[in-house]
């Protein structure tokens, strides 16, 4: 069991979503940067759908009942290492609160953590009160269980992994990569090189459902009214007032304004990294480099994975 001392600003029990349910109106949901979880949870010994905790702008102070492994990825804490194995005795105490430069960071436990499954899934949907630890954010005196890892109070690795390594985690922050959207041509030339030109400012109300931003305004070519359309993660809308929405793993699955972009699945790690009053600005991209970055990502994964992989069957040596 874990128990929470401080709960942080906004500390969920996440996984990698559950796909499949858009049908019914239910969101993928899930860790905001799947990658940072997932590299944490390969580092313990963990398969990817394990879930963790998503920690937000300041993380949770925590005390393990019971000995553990642990790993962070995403952004970094300070007093903290990152990107490797820790072993926690019983009774030790684990602060997250001093998160550094980015948005979020990933807390993964050997054995991951354990609440019921709801449609497949651990991650909590704090819009729909369902999911993870009783479907809300962590509060202070909450107990949380860990499932069984096998593992001994003792260290199993001697290493840790290189940042150059993890996909996508040390990108430039300021250039998200997108693709033309389905209502690109509603709007005029100037709104559309505006997108590519312009900076755009990470608003203090963007949330797990969107990322709300702030710039020169992107209007469409002729006022059009239309019918709710399906939109997905990624997706970038651009409502009455011209400031865009990127929207994010707890979106809506149909939304009534225009879609003038959707960013790449390679850079929707790097959204949840953003801090509010951090400037972006966007790139075009077309479909097959979109393809080639996914692919770049995937195996650099790959490849990761299956180096820890060698190096846990080496008991840890260095």
């Given amino acids: 069991m874990i128990e929470v001392l401080r709960p942080g600003i906004l ?5 990698l979503g559950r796909p499949g349910w858009r049908s019914s109106g239910v969101p993928v949901g899930g860790a905001l940067d799947t990658m940072a979880l997932r590299v944490a949870n390969a580092i313990v010994g963990n398969d990817d759908t394990a879930a963790g905790l998503e920690c937000t702008a300041r993380g949770p102070v925590l005390r393990f009942l019971a000995p553990a492994h642990v790993a962070l990825a995403g952004a970094a804490v300070d007093g903290v290492e990152m990107l490797r194995e820790l072993s926690l005795p019983a009774g030790a105490e684990l602060s997250l609160e001093n998160i550094q430069r980015a948005g979020r960071v990933y807390l993964a436990i050997a054995g991951g953590v354990e609440v019921p499954l ?12 369902f999911g993870g630890f009783e479907g809300r954010a962590l509060r202070a005196g909450d107990q949380v269980a860990v499932g069984p890892s096998g593992g001994v109070a003792e260290p199993r ?11 996508d985690v040390l990108s430039d922050l300021q ?8 209502q690109y041509e509603w709007f005029a030339e100037a709104a559309q090189q505006g997108l590519w030109n312009e900076e755009f400012t990470v608003m203090s109300m963007s949330d ?4 709300r931003l702030s710039g020169e305004p992107i209007r ?3 006022p059009r009214e239309m019918i709710s359309a399906p939109v997905a993660l ?12 990127v929207l994010l793993a707890d979106c809506q699955t149909l939304g009534g304004y225009p879609q003038i972009a959707t960013v790449i699945s390679a850079d929707i790690p790097r959204l949840a990294r953003l801090r509010p009053r951090q400037r972006i600005r966007f790139e075009q991209v077309s479909l097959v480099e979109a393809q080639y970055h996914r692919r770049v990502m995937d195996t650099a994964f790959a490849a990761l994975r299956a180096g820890l992989a060698e190096k846990m069957s080496h008991h840890g040596d260095p």
């Fill in 11 to 15: 500390t969920t029990v996440q996984d």
């Fill in 118 to 129: 709801v449609l497949g899934s651990r991650s909590t949907h704090l819009a729909g009160g």
């Fill in 157 to 167: 690795a001697k290493w840790s992994v290189s940042a150059s390594m993890v996909p």
């Fill in 175 to 182: 250039v998200i990569r997108v693709l033309a959207g389905p």
């Fill in 208 to 211: 797990r459902m969107g990322l």
């Fill in 220 to 222: 469409c070519e002729m």
């Fill in 234 to 245: 990624g997706s970038l809308q651009v409502p009455p007032d011209g400031q865009p929405i």
